[in-house]
């Protein structure tokens, strides 16, 4: 059995070994083609880096053999991938009728191709990494250039606008500056005006208040004086003595003549009323006067802001002089420090080239090192996958053999352990149910015996302490009835006495209302 596992896995070995090689064959093939793609990489990098060079420092090419150098380069490029790709089909066919001869190569052969395998694998690794680097480069120095552009462009635009701007915003600025400031003066003369207007208002308003707490303090003590006359006056009781309907000539002629006299209430009236008409005069000809005098103080602050204003404009002119000197010297100022910034940036743009190629050319070193120790370790790593997975492989199908036969011998014991514990279970099953049958019989006959006791008990119990109660509820109820008819006994010639009461009363009222009606009949009380 081990002989037998140990020719198929070296029949498979052999198996993977050949599909390796022929596999390695084509990469190897393949592998010419992948260099000529990484020169043409790597010049068209060199011509990006130029063009952005010359760009940056506005250099034009007036000879057109540059261009033509270099698209004849391109156009040697792509015939020779062409001439590849052609080939490639070529190798196919011979390969395909040369497979026996492959196969039977030499182990010292099978190194190199193993070696040459993993070049090619991290290769295109590397192919991958840079064209990914590049792409992002790319990106980013294409960005770089369209911010610089945009950044000069707008540079020119402000540096040709900005004369036109600042002229007029020197105009906008002076026109605006007169009117703001004319503005502020205007609103404070206007607050200073509001506050002595309200000044005046409030001293007006006190002394009108002041000369009306007098009046009515005055007329609140005259209306008391008056309510206390009418009041002494009305106190007086009046004796009416019993006259004739009809009176003498005399008499009547008195009565007319007093009557057309008004009385004194009617008189003090009148006479308020007059008070109050010369009041109102008063108060129209003090308003009248307060008018006056708010005119005057208009006109005279009407001529204290033009004085003002034009103070001000005075002010306003020697102000707009001054700031169009401070903005000439300013003007002279920015042009030095915009010469001083173009000479600086066009240092550092020099600096930064320079810098540039250092870095680029030290990053390619570090690259080519990298990849020659990645290659030791590469070959050291596939080496011992290589022998991880024969390994792997052989250990795999000596653990499915045996799975297998596993699997057999446990299927066996289950089916002899469960035939026996049926048998088993079979027998126990019969045995319970016999107990089970019993115990249920004995179970109802003992349940049904304690039933029965525990029901004679209670019936009896109920029974006595219902006759007990019976008789306690007789006798209270004998005791309650003696007690009731007791009191009724007791009260009963009280309650008689206070029927006759009720009865004389009602015998009374009735003789009363007979006397004022003698046909009142008393309604019966059935």
């Not at 057109?64 to 066919?93: A, N, P």
């Not at 026996?100 to 193993?114: A, F, H, R, T, Y």
């Not at 005046?200 to 303090?217: C, V, W, Y």
Request: proline residues 2%; aromatic residues 8%; positive net charge.
């Amino acid at each position: 059995m081990y002989i037998y596992l140990f020719m198929f896995d070296i029949v498979y070995l052999k198996e993977c070994k050949l599909k390796m090689k022929y596999e390695q064959l084509e990469k190897s093939q393949k592998f010419d083609n992948i260099i000529l793609e990484a020169k043409r990489v790597l010049l068209n990098e060199e011509i990006n880096c130029t063009v952005n060079l010359c760009s940056r420092r506005n250099v034009v090419f007036n000879n057109e053999d540059s261009y033509k150098e270099i698209s004849g380069f391109e156009k040697d490029v792509d015939r020779k991938m062409q001439s590849k790709c052609l080939g490639e089909t070529d190798i196919k066919r011979s390969c395909d009728e040369n497979t026996p001869s492959i196969l039977e190569l030499d182990p010292c052969n099978e190194k190199d191709i193993v070696q040459r395998t993993l070049l090619q694998k991290y290769f295109h690794k590397w192919v991958s990494m840079t064209k990914t680097k590049q792409d992002n480069k790319e990106i980013g120095i294409k960005l770089n250039r369209f911010i610089d552009n945009v950044q000069n462009a707008l540079y020119n635009n402000y540096n040709s606008t900005s004369l036109t701007t600042q002229q007029e915003s020197k105009k906008r600025n002076a026109n605006f500056e007169n009117f703001t400031n004319r503005f502020k003066m205007q609103k404070s003369i206007i607050n200073q005006q509001k506050s002595k207007i309200e000044e005046q208002t409030k001293i007006i308003n006190e002394l009108k208040l002041g000369i009306i707490r007098e009046d009515l303090l005055k007329s609140i003590e005259n209306t008391k004086i008056e309510i206390r006359e009418i009041f002494s006056n009305c106190s007086q009781k009046l004796v009416m003595n019993k006259a004739p309907l009809f009176k003498a000539m005399e008499e009547r002629e008195k009565i007319m003549v007093h009557s057309q006299q008004a009385p004194k209430m009617i008189q003090k009236m009148h006479e308020r009323a007059l008070e109050r008409a010369q009041y109102r005069e008063i108060i129209l000809e003090r308003k009248r006067l307060i008018e006056d005098a708010r005119q005057k103080l208009l006109e005279e602050a009407i001529e204290k802001k033009r004085v003002l204003e034009e103070e001000e404009r005075k002010r306003n002119l020697e102000i707009i002089n001054e700031q169009r000197k401070k903005e000439l010297q300013m003007q002279k100022i920015r042009q030095d420090k915009k010469r001083e910034f173009e000479r600086k940036l066009a240092l550092a743009e020099e600096f930064y080239n320079h810098l540039l190629v250092k870095q680029c050319f030290q990053k390619l070193i570090n690259n080519n090192v990298k990849s020659k120790e990645n290659l030791t370790l590469a070959i050291a790593y596939c080496s011992n996958m290589q022998k991880m997975r024969v390994f792997k492989g052989w250990k795999q199908f000596i653990d499915d053999k045996n799975r297998k036969k596993y699997q057999i011998a446990d299927g066996h014991l289950k089916s002899k352990v469960l035939k026996r514990a049926f048998n088993d279970l079979k027998e126990f099953k019969l045995e319970a149910t016999r107990k089970m049958q019993v115990a249920e019989d004995m179970y109802d006959v003992k349940l049904t015996l304690h039933t029965f006791i525990h029901w004679h008990r209670f019936t009896c119990k109920q029974i006595m302490l219902q006759k007990k109660k019976t008789d306690i509820s007789i006798k209270h109820n004998n005791r309650r009835l003696l007690f009731q008819y007791f009191y009724m006994w007791k009260s009963l010639p009280v309650i008689v006495q206070l029927e006759k009461a009720k009865e004389e009363k009602k015998r009374k009222w009735r003789e009363k209302v007979w006397e004022i009606i003698p046909d009142y009949q008393p309604p019966d009380p059935n």
